[in-house]
């Protein structure tokens, strides 16, 4: 059983669309995490939410704390954003979705 | 732009040897991490520190080591290397600030024990 859902595994876009990743969680946390990592391994921290929504350029990431769900948003899709992103949740201690790998295509 | 360093990026070594992969942050981050993670799999807390002289197991097995000698400085060290232990390792560091659960990861280290 796994603490932190992502959904979907894989994704592939045009450039230019606009990209939904979904996160599920089922433990109590006091932060939620997204994360995107290039190929190479290399992991940066984008967001880290505890309520609301939060906006970085052209990402958004929103949390629902009730329904244990949140959202990273990626509008207007380049080939730059090519990368595994993973949600993870911080409480007691931190869990870790297995991401979701996503490839814009020109 | 995190300022936590992760040497080697690579290692390819044989069964036996022991290594050590080296973590090191100039953030003054008291609490730093180690991670495990196979391709397409999540990452797995393997050691974690809270201060120097603290050190922790995390939630996955490991036939690995660490120290804390120093604030800055978190190594992993492997006695006797098999190939089950060939993955990437991923180092972290958070503040104890009001940013408390931020981490910043290294740039990871990819093993392959043959």
């Known amino acids: 059983k796994n603490e932190v859902e992502q959904s979907p595994q894989n994704l592939t876009a045009q450039e230019g669309e606009f990209i939904t990743i979904n996160c599920s969680y089922s433990?109590?946390?006091?932060?939620l995490h997204w994360l995107q990592q290039h190929p190479g391994g290399g992991i940066v921290s984008l967001f880290m939410?505890?309520?609301g929504k939060k906006k970085h350029g052209r990402l958004i990431a929103t949390i629902n704390i009730q329904e244990k769900h949140s959202s990273l948003h990626i509008t207007a899709s380049h080939p730059r954003d090519s990368a595994v992103y993973i949600c993870?949740?911080?409480?007691?201690?931190?869990?870790f979705g297995t991401g979701t790998s996503l490839t814009v295509i020109p | 732009e995190a300022d936590i360093y992760q040497t080697p990026r690579y290692l390819v070594i044989g069964t036996g040897k022991k290594i050590t992969l080296e973590c090191s942050q100039t953030?003054?981050?008291?609490?730093m991490y180690w991670y495990q993670q196979d391709p397409g799999m999540e990452l797995h807390l393997i050691h974690y520190?809270?201060?120097?002289?603290?050190?922790e197991k995390g939630d996955l097995s490991s036939e690995s080591t660490v120290s804390r000698i120093r604030t800055e400085h978190f190594p992993l060290t492997l006695e006797s290397a098999r190939p089950s232990h060939t993955s990437q390792y991923l180092c972290?560091?958070?503040?104890?600030?009001?940013?408390?659960?931020?981490?910043?990861f290294g740039p990871g280290t990819r093993l392959t024990v043959l």
């Open positions: 972290a560091s958070s503040s104890t600030g009001p940013s408390y659960n931020e981490q910043f």
């Open positions: 433990v109590g946390i006091s932060a």
């Open positions: 939410l505890s309520s």
């Open positions: 993870a949740v911080s409480g007691n201690q931190f869990y």
């Open positions: 953030m003054g981050h008291d609490k």
């Open positions: 520190s809270y201060g120097v002289n603290s050190t």
